[in-house]
């Protein structure tokens, strides 16, 4: 029997949880999970993972991805082991995640931005150049169904097939 890695037992034992049985995928009751492993924010090797997914719209399975980066252990720190994000927005919005607190502010004038473009905004609208930022960029805002989530711009979160779901629930970056 292959041995399941905890973030994926957790991110699994979630999707169990919060998702119902036939649902769209594309729909607001599909759920985006953010999960961390237990270790996730340690300083060990290998120890800032993270483990991202939702239904699959291709396949109506799980979809998930995995990823490195400091990212996930900047969330860990902020006081949070999962995000999950269900519904969908009237508007394009952000998710500000920040010493335990979580509020959703406008992305309006992000919607359409490159990844590196919107990091930078990110960083100026809140005055630290040291925000890590999971984003997408164009292509997930249309559902393009091989677009990635971005963190740090230069790490990307490719594996899966969950990136439209973004776009549906008008979301532009979560940091």
Known sequence: MPKIHRRNRFYCLLFVEELKAGIDALGPDNKLIFALGPVTGLSLPGASRNCVGAKSP??????KAEVGG???????RAGFDAIIIEGK?????YIWVHDGEASIRDASHLWGKETKETQGSIRSELGDEHIHVAMIGPAGENQVLFACIMEAVMIRQREAVWVPLWAPKILKPLQ
């Open 70 to 76: 400091s990212w996930m252990a900047q969330l860990k």
């Open 58 to 63: 291709l396949t109506g399975g799980i979809a």
């Open 89 to 93: 927005a009237e508007k394009p919005v």
